[in-house]
């Protein structure tokens, strides 16, 4: 969340406050019906502008979505001598000025059923009969150029229904505030509830908490330790945050045979994790990684551009460094072991090599990325190998003494008085650091060449091997067959998986083993054929071959733990 200072000046007068310093008060509520969740209620008390119209509005968009008030019904305004609404999600309320005004709605659920791997999109709501789970930036309406005034928030329950936010960190009515909090706040937060919500209260002077809906493959408090512990390395490692009072949440989303799906989205002062109920603890270390160093990047470390067309091109930073960082620093920390460590860049480096938009030029690859899934990856891919690239260089330079460390934490510092974007931060200070990375961003960034890997980029502990492969092929066509219910369609005849037996019509029960990207690793599918199951078992190969790196990792050794995390060269000094 961000943090609103504000300085107090003493007047011989007394007299109210400006309307934009006057607090936004969020209270949200359920609806139910039978027994049922139906909807969430909210209301938002304010005063009016002093102009006698205020503009009552949602964020511009979030998360892809930009019609964040579509899920709004009934909206009411109280002490408004007129409301009038647009089509763009304003509402114009003419009232005195500086009247009390007193906004309600319901939010419904953006799903009738529950979210499946096909409905990820974490700025819809979701209200199902035993739960919810909702972003602010859909949730929450606000008086227009008042994102920087401080806000409340109060939850009103109902008996059996459990509730957790990151707005809990906020003043309320009968609460103290654990931070300055303001409208902006409340739009980058996340609220989960419902009937067997479980949650695990900050009792061990983290400040950390975590609250899960639903069931999984693993426990609650499998999650809850683990997340503490991911939490610790990384507040470790910025040496910031070690008491912040932090939100966790998990909700479930229901698995696809054939593709698990697991995902993320930084909230500030929490994260929220839209989990497949299948997926493995394993699984989650790198997730809740990723998601947790979002707490410092970018926003820490400098500006994002504010335009949806231009942001992506900055992404390569904000998620490509990210990623890097959830590897390295858990390999440092031994959360996972160096095998391990390979094996998720393994994963990463073979679906690079069949990304069928590797070479894309920059330009294109941001306009692209808001409606082509290959492209959103294209920054994650490059940004991680870039950051990998530069960390080794860094390190020789320096005789050990210097790594991309030395820099983001440096840029930690300076993003503080700086109005700078985190890419071009990054640049000034990495030059600084004897790091000029100039040329590769013209090459990889903007031109589009494929980036490699040295050899020696993890360290004598590990080497990069190129080799050629056939290109990865489920041999069916996988988004057809979702929408199709999990029915195969679209079988290509040429393929291995025709030749074991697969055939448009079955229905795809299951995979049961194989990785996504990598076509040297045997898939297997369970399917019902006729009414008989049976498990049909070969090799995902495509007509094509395509270059392939892959970690190889030579010994174990403490060392190995360091050289792979990149904080040591390797070399003897």
């Known amino acids: 969340m961000r943090l609103l200072f504000s300085i107090a000046a003493l007047t011989l007068v007394s007299a109210a406050p400006p309307v934009a310093q006057q607090p936004v008060q969020y209270t949200l509520a359920p609806e139910v019906s039978g027994g049922h969740l139906t909807a969430l209620r909210v209301q938002v008390r304010f005063r009016a502008d002093p102009s006698g119209t205020t503009d009552f509005r949602w964020d511009d968009g979030w998360n892809g979505e ?126 989960i509830g419902g009937h067997e919500l479980r949650t695990f209260p900050a009792g061990d002077g983290s400040g950390v908490r975590v609250a899960t809906i639903g069931s999984y493959a693993f426990t609650p408090e499998q999650l809850d330790v683990l997340a503490r512990r991911v939490i610790a390395v990384e507040r470790d490692f910025w040496r910031t945050d070690r008491r912040a009072p932090f939100l966790v949440t998990a909700a479930p989303i229901v698995g696809d045979p054939t593709v698990m799906s697991l995902g993320g989205t930084g909230r500030g002062d929490a994260f929220a994790l839209w989990v497949d109920q299948r997926t493995p603890l394993d699984r989650m270390k790198w997730l809740l990684a990723h998601e947790y160093f979002h707490t410092w990047n970018p926003g820490r470390l400098g500006t994002m551009p504010e335009d949806r067309e231009t942001r992506p091109a900055h992404y390569w930073f904000s998620e490509g460094f990210t990623d890097y960082y959830a590897r390295a620093l858990m390999v440092r920390s031994g959360l996972i072991s160096p095998a391990d460590f390979a094996s998720q860049w393994n994963e990463m480096l073979a679906a690079y090599a069949g990304s069928p938009v590797r070479t894309l030029t920059g330009a294109r690859a941001a306009s692209a990325f808001w409606e082509n899934d290959a492209a959103q990856k294209l920054a994650y891919q490059r940004g991680a190998l870039l950051a990998a690239i530069w960390n080794r260089r860094l390190l020789e330079a320096s005789g050990g003494r210097a790594n991309l460390d030395t820099v983001v934490q440096a840029q930690l510092a300076s993003a503080r008085t700086s109005n700078d974007h985190a890419t071009a931060l990054f640049r000034r200070l990495a030059k600084r650091s004897g790091l000029d990375i100039a040329a590769d961003e013209a090459r990889y960034l903007a031109s589009g060449e494929p980036i490699l890997l040295p050899a020696n980029t993890f360290g004598p502990c590990a080497t990069i091997v190129t080799e050629q492969r056939p290109s990865f092929s489920r041999g069916f066509d996988a988004e057809a067959t979702a929408a199709a219910g999990n029915i195969a369609t679209g079988v290509d005849p040429r393929l291995p998986a025709y030749a074991a037996g697969l055939r448009d019509g079955m229905k795809i029960l299951e995979r049961t083993e194989g990785e996504t990207d990598n076509a040297v690793v045997p898939y297997g599918l369970l399917v019902e054929d006729s009414g008989v199951k049976r498990t049909i078992r070969y090799l995902p190969q495509g007509l094509n071959r395509v270059s392939v790196q892959e970690v190889r990792i030579k010994q174990s050794s403490p060392e190995c733990w360091r050289t792979a995390g990149g904080i040591s060269s390797g070399a003897s000094r």
Do not use: C, M
């Open 66 to 191: 930009r019609r964040l008030w579509q899920w709004a019904r009934d909206l009411k305004v109280q002490g408004a001598t007129g409301v009038e609404q647009s089509n763009d999600g304003h509402w114009r309320i003419r009232a005195a000025p500086d009247a009390s005004l007193t906004v309600t709605y319901r939010i419904v659920s953006a799903y009738d059923h529950d979210p499946t791997v096909e409905d990820t999109e974490q700025a819809r709501p979701v209200v199902r009969p035993g739960w919810f789970y909702a972003a602010g930036n859909a949730l929450f309406g606000f008086p227009a150029e008042r994102e920087n005034a401080p806000a409340t928030f109060d939850w009103t329950g109902a008996s059996g229904i459990g509730f957790a936010s990151d707005l809990e960190h906020l003043a309320g009515r009968t609460r103290a505030a654990l931070r300055p909090g303001t409208v902006a706040d409340a739009l980058e937060s996340i609220v």
